[in-house]
């Protein structure tokens, strides 16, 4: 399109909508975009346009038709409007530079990444777009939120995951509170070897012991479709939780919840696998836990108060009884744990199949296959 063309076109849109001197008005516009003068404009009439060019033309055309304002006042308002953005942007990257050094001077370790995630939170944008979102004045509404939800990071270590009420797993939504353990990227490994194994089995039932916040549970539902699945936790709570999760994820079809102490309340026998990240703390290193974790994250889903084998030991000589011939059981594992718990599973004739390291190198995942042989139970 060439100049006198969008001149034209100018001309005859802001006829449309009453202007009254039409022309005039196009001609500012076309020469603030082109940035030439509006005197000289007729000597470019044969000049061709950018796609650009033209695009921020209507723009400006429509924006004056809408707002019903000549194109002087438009430009003047733009030039204010840049001008404060441009000093709120500057006042709220000092807010959150401030908020960082806050959590920092509190020992929060990412603080700039746990800052950047409250802020996003409170101006309700994603985090990895909130240095665009930082040029609107911050009310003080929100200001008061900001430092309420900093405060309960810093000085209580609140971690930021049930701060921010949702976290992800396995790229799904899901919603934490202190009712559950935040799920952790290493279960991520467990749910993957689980769905290399599932993938191949027609119609696979799953049953996951210890089931929190639904994570596991829910995405083997959803990674596999023809899977059917029930979550089981002793923790009534936790179950409200993966309850709210599985209409999140919009499961419900594949998966089903049910409170029991381990296997007392499930009466299928026919699991084709059974999946566990028990508590598996033992005692001694409760004590040494991260504030963020002990103080916070449910003392059910972390210890068994023991040696921190007791679910590992119970599940796997009782694990036979549920699953079909051939059937597997695959377990999260804490960083030192894989052999003992392998060994385990072996007494209770399970052969090892797999062990998986996590990205620390540490053997996290330990899968059996029920073997032949009943159990020596
Ligand atoms: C380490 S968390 C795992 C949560 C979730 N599966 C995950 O991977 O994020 C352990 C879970 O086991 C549950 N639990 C503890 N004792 C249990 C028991 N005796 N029977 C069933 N579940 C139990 C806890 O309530 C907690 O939800």
Request: proline share 3%.
């Given at each position: 399109?060439?100049?006198?063309?969008?001149?034209?076109?100018?001309?005859?849109?802001?006829?449309?909508?009453?202007?009254?001197?039409?022309?005039?008005?196009?001609?500012?516009?076309?020469?603030?975009?082109?940035?030439?003068?509006?005197?000289?404009?007729?000597?470019?009439?044969?000049?061709?346009?950018?796609?650009?060019?033209?695009?921020?033309?209507?723009?400006?055309?429509?924006?004056?038709?809408?707002?019903?304002?000549?194109?002087?006042?438009?430009?003047?308002?733009?030039?204010?409007?840049?001008?404060?953005?441009?000093?709120?942007?500057?006042?709220?990257?000092?807010?959150?530079?401030?908020?960082?050094?806050?959590?920092?001077?509190?020992?929060?370790?990412?603080?700039?990444?746990?800052?950047?995630?409250?802020?996003?939170?409170?101006?309700?944008?994603?985090?990895?777009?909130?240095?665009?979102?930082?040029?609107?004045?911050?009310?003080?509404?929100?200001?008061?939120?900001?430092?309420?939800?900093?405060?309960?990071?810093?000085?209580?270590?609140?971690?930021?995951?049930?701060?921010?009420?949702?976290?992800?797993?396995?790229?799904?939504?899901?919603?934490?509170?202190?009712?559950?353990?935040?799920?952790?990227?290493?279960t991520?490994i467990l749910v993957e070897q689980c769905k290399f194994i599932l993938?191949e089995i027609?119609?696979p039932k799953v049953l996951d012991i210890g089931t929190?916040?639904?994570?596991i549970s829910?995405?083997v539902?959803?990674?596999i479709?023809?899977s059917?699945v029930l979550g089981a936790?002793?923790?009534?709570?936790?179950?409200?939780?993966?309850?709210?999760?599985?209409?999140?994820?919009?499961?419900?079809?594949?998966?089903?919840?049910?409170?029991s102490?381990i296997f007392?309340?499930i009466?299928d026998k026919d699991f084709d696998m059974i999946i566990s990240n028990p508590p598996y703390?033992?005692?001694?290193?409760?004590?040494?836990?991260?504030?963020?974790?002990?103080?916070?994250?449910?003392?059910?889903?972390?210890?068994d108060?023991?040696?921190g084998y007791f679910f590992y030991e119970k599940i796997s000589k009782e694990a036979s009884d549920y699953l079909k011939v051939d059937g597997y059981l695959a377990f999260e594992v804490g960083?030192?744990q894989a052999e003992t718990v392998s060994k385990l599973m072996e007494k209770s004739k399970f052969d090892i199949i797999a062990i998986v390291?996590?990205?620390?190198?540490?053997e996290r995942v330990v899968i059996g296959r029920k073997s032949g042989e009943s159990s020596v139970n």
């Open positions: 399109m060439k100049l006198l063309d969008i001149l034209k076109f100018s001309e005859e849109y802001l006829k449309k909508y009453s202007f009254s001197k039409p022309r005039l008005e196009s001609e500012k516009v076309i020469s603030y975009v082109l940035k030439l003068d509006r005197i000289t404009l007729y000597a470019y009439f044969d000049m061709d346009l950018t796609l650009e060019q033209k695009d921020k033309i209507k723009e400006y055309l429509k924006a004056m038709a809408r707002k019903r304002v000549l194109f002087d006042e438009l430009s003047k308002n733009e030039v204010e409007e840049k001008k404060s953005q441009k000093t709120f942007e500057k006042e709220n990257q000092e807010l959150l530079l401030k908020c960082i050094e806050y959590l920092k001077n509190n020992s929060v370790i990412d603080s700039k990444l746990d800052a950047e995630y409250i802020f996003a939170h409170v101006l309700k944008v994603r985090r990895n777009i909130l240095s665009m979102n930082l040029k609107r004045e911050i009310t003080l509404k929100e200001k008061d939120e900001i430092k309420k939800l900093l405060h309960e990071r810093a000085k209580d270590k609140k971690p930021l995951q049930y701060i921010l009420g949702e976290w992800e797993f396995y790229g799904y939504p899901f919603k934490v509170d202190s009712r559950v353990l935040i799920p952790r990227a290493d991520e993938q027609e119609n929190g916040s639904g994570a829910i995405t539902a959803k990674e479709p023809t059917s936790d002793i923790s009534l709570d936790a179950l409200e939780v993966a309850k709210i999760n599985r209409s999140l994820n919009k499961v419900e079809e594949n998966l089903k919840f049910i409170k102490d007392s309340n009466k703390i033992p005692q001694s290193e409760y004590e040494e836990l991260m504030p963020e974790v002990k103080l916070h994250e449910p003392l059910g889903a972390l210890t108060k023991g040696n960083y030192n390291k996590d990205y620390g190198g540490i």
